[in-house]
């Protein structure tokens, strides 16, 4: 996910958009600690893609107590 993507998302959408994601990687590391995992990459774009729709969800909360 780029954060172009995120900037048309209300706060309860990337909410909900973090949660999934969270989900899915706790899945990729049960897999990983069994070793059934077959992309071992994807488990960095997940924290990234994470990380890029929380400073997302704060930049939304920030402006909404400034306004």
Do not use: C, G, Y
């Amino acid at each position: 996910m780029k954060f172009a993507e995120s900037k048309d998302l209300t706060l309860v959408e990337l909410a909900a958009k973090s949660r999934d994601l969270r989900h899915e990687m706790f899945n990729l590391r049960l897999q990983q600690a069994s070793a059934q995992l077959e992309k071992p990459a994807r488990l960095r774009t997940l924290r990234k893609d994470i990380a890029r729709l929380e400073t997302r969800i704060s930049q939304v909360r920030n402006q909404v107590k400034a306004a």
